[in-house]
T-cell receptor
């Protein structure tokens, strides 16, 4: 089983739609969680960290469910510019570069 | 300020040749990471440098891969006797310290081994 698993998609949604991605992780001792965004043929960029209490940044909401070992990303009012691949990242114990695991990403296409 | 830079942006090489990939981290970032991303795959951790400590080489896939970081800044990833399966995008990232997931990535070097 992979440390981090994501539905690869693609998710094709119309502008203005709400879309949600889930990511599951295998290690219950995982301690920090992130969503990165990667545009086609570009480098990943941090979108947001995921806190235990859930957090929101504009149209984006991230949540963590430790009991079920998944994190989610909700995008409201989708824009064309949201089209990208969204990577789930999990840092497992002990925190370290070799304990940071990236999912393969979920591809989102927002359609006019 | 300037972000992480990498060179070359693209490299095509023949099987069996050696290649060097360069990374310039963000000034003041003590931690530097190398990853590899193959088509349709997640990022694969290769090696990590933190300040003057010995690097964490646990992710290097074979002894053909090595990396150096000179003066705590610029890093070079060397792949000897390249194989076709080495073809991938090699990404470098830096962070202020061992910051877990809070990393800043460079644009990557796309390596193609023919």
């Amino acid at each position: 089983r992979k440390e981090v698993e994501q539905d690869p998609g693609p998710f094709n949604v119309p502008e203005g739609a709400t879309v949600a991605f889930n990511c599951t992780y295998s290690n219950s001792a995982s301690q920090s969680f992130f969503w990165y965004r990667q545009d086609c043929r570009k480098e990943p960029k941090l979108l947001m960290s995921v806190y235990s209490s859930g957090n929101e940044d504009g149209r984006f909401t991230a949540q963590l469910n430790r009991a079920s070992q998944y994190i989610s990303l909700l995008i409201r009012d989708s824009k064309l510019s949201d089209s990208a691949t969204y990577l789930c990242v999990v840092n497992m114990r002990p925190a370290g570069a070799n304990n940071l695991f990236f999912g393969t990403g979920t591809r989102l296409t927002v359609i006019p | 300020g300037a972000g992480v830079s990498q060179s070359p942006s693209n490299k095509v090489t023949e099987k069996g040749k050696d290649v060097e990939l360069r990374c310039d981290p963000i000034s003041g970032h003590t931690a530097l990471y190398w990853y590899r991303q193959s088509l349709g795959q997640g990022l694969e951790f290769l090696i990590y440098f933190q300040g003057n400590s010995a690097p964490d080489k646990s992710g290097l896939p074979s002894d053909r891969f090595s990396a150096e970081r000179t003066g705590g800044s610029v890093s070079t990833l060397t792949i000897q006797r390249t194989q076709q399966e080495d073809s991938a995008v090699y990404l470098c990232a830096s962070s202020k310290r061992l910051a877990g997931g809070l990393q800043y990535f460079g644009p990557g070097t796309r390596l193609t081994v023919t």
